[in-house]
């Protein structure tokens, strides 16, 4: 099995078998050089470096852009996902009776951005997954979403944390559209292994953090705004950098940027954006289609495997709401206890969505599983 991502470039597989990207993830050595690159000529040329500095994050702009499958004028760079989300639930021009149907087994990065809308007069409607493996077919947005009037609003993790199943996002955007309303998605578990076309599948919004599956570093983000719903979103954190001409800028006149850079109101952390750039590049070069084969082969060697040795696979890994994440359990042990096992034998897990969850990416290998099994071997 031949990695799409060099393993070299990865100093954690010396010593682990890192199976936490749906957690966070071991930055490649080419994003730390690149963070470091940009913080050493900021500390020995200061403002002298800044228009190089972000020019080259307009490369990383680009690089993200093409990632989701939408144009660089239609992406804004965030903190996180929870800031990026934080900017649709409070940039909408919101009235009493409007309604926000969102799954009922978010993240809570996903949940609280919405709830929060309800002193505002807004209903939150939830989706109900099948509760086994939290599948989330369309018929079940379908449902949620011709109950009580047209929804404002549906929102969706592309991937669920706990268990990994992966949304049909064209699909529901298909329903949210029929019914008149924006469709925002949480792309955080699933932007950088799974391969992405959000302007063909109608996404309106998205958001995801750097440090997943993105394999960047804490505190930036992306965040996509389809170009015809610029007006639909109210910036909520204007400033300088938020206007038409940012450096000639009129006092008594607010002009919006004609992009999504208006999202960004002051400045942003350059250096965590060339690293970003770095970790994108480094997916685009390798190909996300191929990267996401290869993640799929390691997932499915580790479900036949654990199921060989008794544990019992509890995601959805046969039809298409299959991703990067497994989740399992192992009979009569605590998913703590086994990740603590785990841990104690060099491999790298979470406590999630019932059981184990592990995350490979384009980089790990058949080694890396069979360390894992070892593990539940002897556990079982």
């Not at 063909?200 to 599956?213: L, R, S």
């Not at 390798?286 to 060989?308: F, I, K, M, N, Y």
Request: glycine content about 10%.
């Amino acid at each position: 099995m031949e990695c799409p991502l060099d393993r070299s470039l990865f100093p954690v597989s010396a010593r682990w078998a890192y199976l936490n990207h749906a957690g966070v993830c071991a930055p490649p050595t080419v994003v730390a050089e690149a963070v470091i690159a940009a913080t050493r000529e900021s500390t020995e040329e200061g403002s002298l470096v800044v228009d190089a500095h972000e020019e080259r994050a307009e490369g990383a702009r680009g690089s993200a852009a093409a990632l989701m499958g939408v144009a660089p004028d239609e992406v804004a760079f965030v903190k996180n996902t929870t800031e990026g989300l934080a900017f649709v639930a409070n940039g909408i021009d919101w009235e009493p009776g409007d309604r926000v149907v969102v799954p009922a087994c978010e993240f809570p990065s996903n949940l609280f951005p919405w709830l929060a809308l309800r002193d505002r007069g807004v209903t939150v409607d939830l989706v109900r997954s099948d509760g086994a493996t939290d599948a989330l077919s369309p018929e079940a947005f379908a449902a949620a979403i011709s109950t009580g009037r047209p929804p404002r609003l549906v929102v969706t993790s592309w991937v669920q944390f706990g268990r990994g199943y992966r949304v049909d996002l064209e699909a529901v955007a298909r329903l949210a559209h029929q019914a008149g309303a924006l469709f925002c998605v949480d792309a955080i578990q699933a932007l950088g292994v799974v391969p992405a076309a959000f302007d063909e599948w109608g996404v309106d919004f998205a958001a995801a953090d750097a440090h997943k599956w993105l394999l960047g570093p804490l505190g930036v983000g992306v965040m996509y705004v389809r170009r015809t719903r610029l007006d639909d979103l109210r910036p909520s954190e204007p400033g300088w950098a938020s206007v038409a001409d940012r450096h000639n800028f009129d006092h008594a006149r607010l002009e919006w940027d004609g992009s999504a850079r208006r999202y960004e109101g002051g400045s942003v952390n350059l250096a965590l954006i060339h690293g970003l750039g770095a970790a994108l590049d480094l997916v685009l070069a390798a190909g996300p289609e191929r990267v996401w084969e290869h993640v799929q082969g390691v997932c499915d060697r580790a479900v036949t495997r654990l199921s060989e040795v008794g544990a019992q696979v509890v995601s959805e890994r046969a039809g298409p709401g299959r991703s990067g994440i497994v989740t399992f359990t192992v009979a009569g042990r605590g998913a703590d206890e086994v990740v603590s096992a785990l841990r104690q034998r060099g491999v790298v897990g979470a406590p999630r969505g019932g059981g184990v969850r592990i995350s490979p990416h384009g980089f790990n290998d058949e080694e890396d599983v069979e360390r894992l099994v070892e593990t539940v071997a002897a556990l079982a």
